[in-house]
């Protein structure tokens, strides 16, 4: 059955994004259960190079949703295994943190942003260049308040949960998500980057590098990711519309077929249900219920990334939606970009 949309307002919405120069182009798609889709393709990929358009098959630096594709499903996977315990403290199963602040704290603390870590990752300014002593310091940081206290985004979370992933399962992240995750799904143009020189024309470039004065394309827009080798649990992947959509799919409708990833139907379920009680703002486990929603009647979730991904879905509607530009190749502010992801989740969910 086709999918009920306002089409036409979804491609001038977009549309309009690129004529006001919000981003150089995008890529959209709003689908079902069953992967009946629809999808637009407006704008280029650099305007400097206007005979180069936007393709479905554009490969995005997606920045924060690393947090979702790589961790998210990665530490599910943990879960679901037996393998981790969401309310055991962490100082009582991994030594790194036994007897230092983190230790305190339990993987739904970090999972609902309520652990009370360092807000922002600065590593360079706070502990230099080497991957040990960043990971050292990270995870031997003091906290900013006791656990379960406030709701407090911070990319650090993620950036834990990965040290935690790896340490748990004896493998990098990339590895861990790409076994784990990626390839039984058949996500076959996800990975962390950066990308080798001749492939990496087919990616959106994003802003100029701070050091080199170049636009960056294939290479992580995150300080943080480019720091320790192109990727971790901040932001790093990079990835197309169809694999993001294969991953919102099956987190509707699981696959039975033998090929399903290490998260299943508990997890979502689990995760896409408030979790914070009272604490504002109302969040699940990394996924967090849309703005200008109603979390108990509207059920729609979201999570962004800062490069101008997002990623939308709601279990009750059956449905999801994707929204993928290069909005930093123009600014870092996100101010017109929050207009246009808010009417694009009011269409696409009407």
Not at 6 to 27: E, F, M, N, T, W
Not at 90 to 104: A, I, K, Q, T
Not at 105 to 124: F, K, W
Not at 205 to 216: K, N, S, V
Request: hydrophobic share 40%; proline share 7%.
């Amino acid at each position: 059955m086709a999918l009920d949309l306002d089409i036409d307002s979804l491609r001038q919405l977009i549309g309009d994004g690129v004529h006001d120069k919000v981003y150089p182009g995008a890529v959209w798609a709003v689908g079902d259960r069953t992967g009946n889709m629809a999808i637009g393709t407006p704008g280029v990929l650099d305007p400097d190079q206007p005979d180069e358009p936007m393709r479905h098959d554009t490969v995005f630096d997606v920045a924060g949703l690393t947090e979702v594709l790589a961790v998210w499903a990665s530490i599910g996977s943990l879960v679901e295994d037996g393998k981790l315990h969401l309310d055991e403290e962490l100082g009582d199963f991994w030594s790194e943190v036994s007897g230092h602040p983190l230790g305190r704290v339990s993987t739904r603390h970090l999972l609902t942003h309520t652990a009370g870590v360092p807000l922002g990752t600065d590593l360079m300014n706070l502990y230099g260049t080497d991957p040990r002593d960043i990971r050292d310091g990270v995870l031997h940081e003091a906290v900013r308040r006791p656990p379960g206290e406030a709701v407090e985004y911070t990319d650090r979370a993620a950036l834990v949960l990965g040290y935690l992933a790896e340490a748990l399962s004896g493998q990098s992240l990339d590895a861990l998500a790409a076994t784990g995750t990626w390839q039984p799904l058949g996500m076959t143009r996800t990975c962390y980057g950066p990308w080798p020189g001749e492939t990496a024309v087919r990616c959106a470039p994003t802003e100029l590098d701070d050091l080199t004065g170049a636009r960056l394309r294939g290479t992580a827009q995150s300080p943080s990711a480019r720091l320790l080798g192109g990727g971790c649990g901040v932001s790093g992947v990079f990835s197309v519309l169809p694999d993001i959509a294969v991953f919102l799919r099956h987190m509707l409708q699981p696959r039975q077929d033998g090929g399903q990833p290490g998260f299943g139907p508990a997890w979502t379920q689990e995760s896409l249900r408030i979790q914070t009680g009272d604490l504002a703002p109302a969040r699940g486990l990394f996924w967090c219920p849309a703005p200008g929603t109603a979390p108990a009647t509207d059920d729609i979730w979201v999570h962004y990334g800062s490069t101008g991904t997002g990623a939308w879905l709601s279990p009750k509607q059956g449905r999801w939606a994707i929204l993928l530009t290069n909005k930093l190749y123009y600014s870092r502010d996100h101010g017109p970009l929050t207009h246009i992801r808010d009417a694009f989740r009011s269409l696409a969910f009407a």
